[in-house]
């Protein structure tokens, strides 16, 4: 109830501070009795409620304000309770919805935010589980009756989609990358590309407006992904690569075209930011501007304020001057480099206020 209710404060806490800090106190307690209760060895893993209780503690650092939090390591905590509960064969035989929705938040957390933190932090995490500790939750049908996408609240049978991102994220920060890293890469693009042509021509013959918008923004993910992936198989090129050129166009179509709802509003925050790195014309830039907009009309959200800063800085941060060190500049990185930036996109941010001061 602390953590349900500090997610209740935080986003009351966008008009008003007094509750930021209400949040932090309902909070805070319900970390440390956790904490408490793995040491004394009260908890063996496999209980329901503490698989509920860390999911939403990811959902609380995610709707904190701030450009870096904790988030990461509760994503390390679910990444290790489903190792635990794989090994201990505990996905019980009535399989709850909330079962898919973990294991799809968690595939999506994990994707969408290890962009933001260092080579450290991301490996980590995945050092605390293998992707076949999911397998079961992925494939949960807790409504039978119903179709496959409606029993895929939150990733819309793009499962394997955001496992890649996330091993692709991975390896942008190991640049250049090993021959045994390589042959991951490309392997990593002919599933990317496979998945772009799918989902291409399915969006011809697709009937629902569920299932239309479900693949619309796959599509985006996809191109996202194939550019990011470009840039960590080869980190010379820039946003004038003709290839870089192509999937933007194609990328920042798939921005113009996907709708905005408020139930998934988040989901741009990944693609755009990716994006915002890559585009290099006002009117790109405005593309992205108006869509952020657009989220922020729905929910003034932790995701949805702190990419809108990111995106901010970026542009701000690439309008200046390298700084000045001696004989010669530091080159800091900019555009499609910082997502190479072994320390993580945010921490670029950074990089030129420290230059300046040291």
């Known amino acids: 109830m602390n953590v349900f209710l500090g997610i209740a404060a935080l986003r009351i806490g966008q008009n008003n501070e007094n509750f930021t ?8 307690p319900s970390v440390n009795a956790v904490s408490r209760s793995i040491k004394e060895g009260k908890v063996n ?28 390591l509760h994503l390390g905590g679910l990444a290790q309770l489903f190792h635990i509960r794989k090994l201990k064969n505990a996905l019980p035989d009535q399989r709850r919805p909330f079962h898919r929705i973990a294991a799809e938040a968690f595939a999506y957390h ?13 490996d980590g995490v995945a050092q605390q589980f293998t992707w076949t500790d999911l397998e079961g939750y992925d494939r949960v049908m807790p409504y039978p009756e119903a179709s496959e996408l409606a029993n895929s609240p939150v990733l819309g049978l793009q499962f394997e989609l955001f496992k890649n991102i996330f091993e692709i994220t991975r390896l942008s920060r190991h640049t250049p990358l090993t021959p045994k890293d390589l042959t991951s890469a490309m392997e990593f693009k002919r599933q990317l590309d496979l998945n772009q042509q799918r989902l291409t021509r399915g969006l011809e013959f697709v009937a629902g407006e569920e299932e239309y918008e479900s693949q619309e923004i796959a599509l985006l993910y996809t191109l996202v992904a194939q550019i990011f992936l470009l840039k960590i198989m080869s980190p010379e090129i820039t946003t004038q690569h003709p290839t870089v050129i192509h999937l933007l166009s194609q990328a920042l179509v798939s921005v113009e ?24 014309t006002d009117e790109a830039k405005e593309l992205i501007e108006r869509k952020m907009a657009e989220c922020r009309q729905w929910t003034h959200s932790g995701q949805i304020h702190r990419s809108s800063s990111i995106i901010k800085a970026i542009w701000e ?11 010669g500049a530091v080159v800091l990185p900019r555009g499609l480099d910082r997502l190479l930036h072994v320390e993580g996109l945010v921490d670029t941010l950074f990089l030129t206020e420290r230059a300046d001061s040291g």
């Open 21 to 28: 800090i209400e949040a932090t106190k309902f909070y805070n």
């Open 45 to 72: 893993g496999t209980e329901e409620w503490l698989l509920v209780l860390i999911a939403f503690m990811v959902i609380f650092e995610t709707s904190r304000f701030e450009l870096c939090s904790n988030v990461m």
């Open 110 to 122: 994990l994707a969408t935010y290890s962009i933001l933190y260092s080579a450290y932090e991301i």
């Open 257 to 280: 075209r996907c709708k905005v709802y408020a139930a998934c509003n988040s989901f741009f925050c990944w693609p755009l930011t990716i994006l915002a790195c890559a585009v290099h």
């Open 317 to 327: 941060d690439d309008c200046s001057d390298d700084i000045s060190q001696g004989s």
